[in-house]
């Protein structure tokens, strides 16, 4: 039932969830972890080694960084955060990195002095980052979360020590984060309370989208969504969130506000929203409740899933851009719920091989199944219960398909990063 407590601790959540990033999250978050190892080692490093799990291999090794005229890799992130990042920026850390920087870097690159090593771990967001210069040394580990520190150590004194739980990364309760609280939630509250997340939202997300659509970043995406299917509503949607991706995969320096530590989560999950709005002449009040609609909907379908897996976290926030649409054209409850089954009735098990340029792609097709149950719905089409994973409670099948994501697909998880570190 929803109640003052749920109103703070959602808004909490969107708080902690709603945050500017440069560029993909795990290269940015790499780049962060070296600067704060630099605070510790107190001078530049001469030697760097970055020890990362397997979904960090798999989600840095083929982006562009941004601000960096092109870099790409592990190597790359850790050497330009350790001699020039702003470890108070956090998943800004590069925003204020210049060309002496970015020369500086490369001369480190070519002389061998960063490497990369895989670290054997059953966390899949994790990685140790060590700077020595001459006989000191200073280290950061990063567990759960992009920026959680667990372990900062310098020549051989551990400074901090942190508890090793992925619930100890989150602050607000997420326990009562189902469909009808989210509903409650967006209908009542009030206005002023949501607009500081939303007016983010909609000025970074749709600054990269619009970037994004003039082309010149990875196959240009957008216009050839729209030349190819023509520009109708639905497809300016889709052209926009892929674009968006699109620019960010490929090193644009314009910010993103995130979603469960995915930029691309953050985009899929407002650009078609703002699209639609616009396209719709929705009004402002009611564009702000649905941007926090799908923003709370994603955050709860990612709490069974996790940070990092296997399963492609576009398609958690497609599913929610579209039961989002539901809401705002005023769907019922049951609408939306049905939005929902239907987008996991049909597109459940989309792999993540890599945060690349292609996931705008993943997003477009995403967003396509998304917005095909959003029409059955308003149409009172919806799959049967027990059609494949499909349960009589939506949120039961919610939690089925992080089940799979989470645990199922681990091995579908280990293969493919096995390919990637023995291809490299």
Not at 115 to 123: A, G, H, P, R, V
Not at 328 to 339: A, E, F, H, P, R
Not at 412 to 417: A, L, S
Request: net charge negative.
């Amino acid at each position: 039932m929803y109640n003052e407590q749920i109103k703070k601790d959602f808004l909490s959540i969107l708080s902690e969830e709603l945050v500017p990033a440069m560029g993909c999250t795990e290269p940015i978050a790499l780049a962060y972890a070296s600067a704060k190892a630099r605070e510790l080692l107190g001078r530049a490093p001469t030697r760097i080694i970055a020890r990362c799990s397997g979904n960090i291999i798999k989600n840095v090794r083929c982006v562009r960084i941004p601000n960096s005229d092109g870099m790409t890799g592990i190597e790359a992130a850790c050497a330009l955060g350790a001699l020039a990042g702003d470890a108070e920026r956090q998943m800004e850390v590069l925003e204020t990195v210049c060309d002496e920087d970015r020369a500086n870097t490369i001369r480190f690159l070519r002389e061998g002095r960063c490497t990369s090593e895989f670290l054997e771990s059953n966390i899949p967001l994790h990685f140790i980052i060590e700077l020595r210069s001459g006989n000191s040394y200073a280290t950061v580990e990063v567990r759960h979360s992009h920026t959680n520190i667990y372990k900062l150590e310098k020549d051989g004194e551990t400074l901090f020590l942190g508890e090793d739980s992925e619930d100890l990364t989150q602050l607000a309760d997420r326990s009562e984060l189902c469909i009808d609280n989210i509903y409650d939630f967006c209908n009542n509250i009030e206005l002023e309370r949501i607009t500081p997340f939303t007016e983010k939202q909609i000025e970074c997300n749709m600054a990269i989208a619009e970037r994004g659509m003039d082309g010149e970043y990875g196959v240009g995406i957008g216009k050839a969504i729209l030349e190819a299917y023509g520009e109708s509503t639905f497809n300016k949607m889709r052209a926009y969130a892929a674009s968006a991706s699109e620019a960010r995969m490929d090193g644009c320096d314009l910010p993103v506000i995130i979603t469960s530590g995915s930029g691309n989560q953050g985009i899929t999950s407002t650009v078609p929203i703002i699209v639609y709005a616009r396209e719709k002449g929705i009004d402002d009040e009611l564009l702000a409740r649905t941007l926090v609609f799908s923003a709370l909907l994603t955050v709860y379908q990612k709490e069974y899933i996790g940070k990092l897996s296997a399963f492609c976290g576009a398609v958690s926030a497609a599913c929610s851009a579209g039961a989002a649409i539901t809401y705002m054209v005023g769907g019922s409850l049951t609408q939306i719920k049905d939005t929902v089954d239907n987008t996991l009735a049909d597109i459940p098990g989309i792999i993540c091989d890599g945060a690349k340029a292609s996931c705008g792609a993943k997003i477009s097709s995403a967003l396509d199944a998304a917005l095909f149950a959003h029409t059955l719905a308003m149409k009172g089409k919806v799959y049967e219960s027990n059609t494949g994973i499909i349960r009589d409670d939506t949120g039961e099948t919610i939690s089925w398909v992080g089940h799979i994501g989470k645990v199922g697909m681990m091995p579908t998880d280990k293969e493919i990063v096995k390919l990637m570190v023995n291809n490299s």
